[in-house]
């Protein structure tokens, strides 16, 4: 029984270790950058849950160490929820007040953001209610829409650029498209065809649950101390 205690904290403490220097190493590029850019960060966590210990510095952060020590995260003021106004877009009121203009009124076309009290709950229902889901990005990381919508089994059509290239397999489970035309048709197509759409949800659902579930990297850390401790 000793013993299997003991090999577990030789995997457990190594792997505690460097998930938290990483965890703080790849946030602390979150919290640079914004900072660099003149927004406010409301907090800096290390871990989730329950608060260990913390402190708030001379500009209003609060650095956190939690109970979990599986991630963390760096909380930029006025980011509430995932359907907020970016405050990082100079430009997106721009487009916002664009965007309504063009619409005049027609009954079809909702714009709907943290505004109109909109908050993660209500874009979940929008996305679990949709037939298709389209992220026409012009720039983008990794699209949290866009793997929320393929884990609720919804086909996506969405821009061909940035991390979306790895998340999308084009004809699988979505569409890659680069222009507001070719959205259209594909998403014409998924709507006439609802078997098409149903294989695609699936296809998507599974390349999140192989590739971009928590469990994923925790399984290549384990692996790569396993390998370690085998050399």
Same mark, same amino acid.
């Given at each position: ?13 190594? *792997? ?9 190493? @790849? ?16 907090? #800096? ?7 260990? #210990?913390?402190? =708030? /510095?001379? +500009?209003?952060?609060?650095?956190? #160490? ?8 760096? +909380? ?22 664009? =965007? ?5 009124? /027609? ?18 229902? #929008? ?10 990005? $012009? ?7 866009? =793997?929320?919508?393929?884990? +609720? ?32 048709? +594909?998403?014409?197509? $998924? ?13 998507? @659902? ?5 590739? *971009? $579930? ?10 790569? *101390? ?6």
């Amino acid at each position: 029984m000793l013993q299997a205690l003991q090999g577990v904290g030789t995997y457990i403490v190594p *792997f505690v270790v460097v998930l938290t220097i990483v965890v703080f190493v @790849h946030e602390l590029g979150h919290f640079l950058v914004g900072r660099w850019c003149g927004i406010k960060v409301d907090a #800096f966590s290390i871990g989730f849950g329950p608060e260990l #210990f913390a402190f =708030t /510095d001379g +500009k209003g952060t609060r650095w956190r #160490f939690a109970a979990l020590p599986l991630g963390g995260y760096v +909380k930029f003021h006025g980011d509430a929820n995932g359907a907020s106004m970016a405050d990082d877009d100079p430009e997106g009121w721009h487009y916002y007040e664009k =965007t309504f203009n063009y619409a005049d009124g /027609d009954p079809d076309i909702f714009l709907l953001s943290n505004q109109q009290g909109v908050g993660n709950v209500e874009v979940s229902a #929008f996305q679990a209610m949709a037939d298709v889901v389209l992220q026409k990005s $012009l720039r983008e990381g990794f699209g949290l829409t866009v =793997t929320e919508a393929m884990w +609720k089994r919804k086909p996506v059509v969405a821009g061909a650029v940035g991390g979306i290239l790895l998340q999308v397999d084009d004809g699988v489970n979505g569409f890659l498209i680069d222009d507001i035309g070719e959205a259209a048709e +594909k998403v014409s197509m $998924l709507l006439d065809s609802p078997a098409t759409a149903q294989r695609m949800g699936e296809a998507g @659902h599974d390349q999140v649950r192989r590739n *971009f $579930l928590s469990t994923r990297p925790l399984l290549d850390y384990l692996s790569f *101390f396993h390998i370690l401790l085998r050399n």
